[in-house]
């Protein structure tokens, strides 16, 4: 499926910006698919305003593919349903995004589902290439664009990522196919790379640039980008996130990105800076920056846990869990940053969620 054959509005909707939460994975006592807990955190995130889900990614455990489990499709079909029921009743345009790792026979596995999901695009990982050349990947990031429009990911390393090069980017952003980045090196200078690759790539006005820099959220958003080109500027601004910690709190990201779009913290830097602090406080707290993000997702649980979104933080792997000291920060960012957190939305809607 080639990009000019999606939606013409959820092409809109992703160009223009939304809130792309990144789904965690629901598990009961026995670490098992809590099907319930799964189809709630879907309907929140929808109901809250986001304009997009990645499903299967990160944040939903890369260990769903392992045989032992075998989620990836039952996750995907989980998701697919809930997307079509709200739209359904909604008729609201959603971006469906699917997590897709692996070499290449399995990322075109990952794709083809996906796509036979009903699925709009893939967030393409490249971790399993390690040490690859940047034209084995572009290889590997060709032949999957052909099944369907990818977005492009730049993880950080301490979670499993590498080392991209503004070449690469370059390269990468003159596929057809590509219609967006995430950009998550949680890296300034990384950041830098991928914009200017993608200006120099002559598809700049084509290709989204979302945040993926959980560390950096609102400054991402209010950044614009000036990269001179044989004479000529071209402007770039990253429009969206896509984001784990967009997991949490998500009625509040909402109201956050359309406070940006409206031009709020244009005229008062001071504020602005406070606010992005505060942010990003809360974020170092939820993913364990102080344990190299040992407990980043079971941080996200335990927030979700507390909503009553959640039964409890299980992983798949068992030794999972949070980092010693982790919930007291949580308890900490909580008390300092009440009008940070969506706990009064939640609580109006969990039981129509859990039906």
């Not at 629901?26 to 709630?40: G, S, Y």
């Not at 572009?138 to 990911?153: K, S």
Request: aromatic content about 8%.
């Amino acid at each position: 499926m080639n990009y000019t054959e999606l939606p013409k509005n959820v092409l809109t909707t992703l160009q223009k910006g939304v809130v792309i939460p990144a789904l965690p994975l629901a598990l009961d006592k026995n670490r098992k698919l809590d099907e319930r807990h799964q189809r709630a955190l879907m309907r929140y995130y929808l109901d809250a305003g986001s304009g997009g889900i990645a499903v299967a990614v990160h944040t939903t455990q890369f260990e769903i593919r392992l045989p032992e489990y075998n989620l990836y499709e039952p996750v995907l079909q989980i998701a697919s349903e809930e997307f079509n029921r709200f739209t359904t009743a909604t008729g609201k345009p959603i971006v469906r995004i699917a997590g897709v790792i692996g070499k290449t026979q399995q990322a075109v596995s990952e794709a083809q589902l996906a796509l036979k999901k009903g699925f709009h695009a893939v967030l393409l990982g490249i971790a399993a290439f390690k040490n690859a050349s940047n034209e084995e990947i572009l290889a590997h990031c060709r032949i999957v664009a052909e099944i369907m429009p990818v977005i492009g990911f730049y993880l950080q390393p301490a979670v499993g990522g590498r080392r991209l090069d503004v070449d690469f980017w370059r390269e990468f952003a003159q596929i057809e196919n590509v219609i967006a980045i995430k950009m998550a090196p949680f890296n300034r200078y990384y950041t830098l790379d991928v914009v200017r690759g993608v200006a120099e790539s002559g598809r700049a006005h084509e290709i989204a640039l979302y945040t993926g820099n959980d560390d950096n959220i609102l400054v991402d958003l209010l950044s614009e980008y000036q990269i001179i080109i044989d004479g000529k500027t071209i402007t770039k601004r990253i429009v969206g996130g896509l984001l784990g910690h967009w997991a949490v709190w998500t009625r509040s990201a909402v109201k956050l990105l359309e406070e940006v779009q409206d031009g709020r913290y244009n005229n008062d830097v001071q504020k602005t800076t406070v606010l992005a602090n505060q942010i990003t406080d809360s974020n170092a707290v939820f993913f364990d920056a102080a344990n190299n993000f040992g407990g980043c997702i079971t941080g996200l649980h335990e927030v979700l846990r507390r909503q009553g979104l959640l039964d409890g933080i299980w992983t798949l792997n068992e030794n999972e869990t949070l980092s010693p000291g982790q919930k007291e920060e949580i308890d900490r960012v909580y008390a300092a940053y009440p009008h940070l957190n969506d706990d009064a939305f939640v609580a109006e809607n969990l039981s129509k969620w859990l039906i």
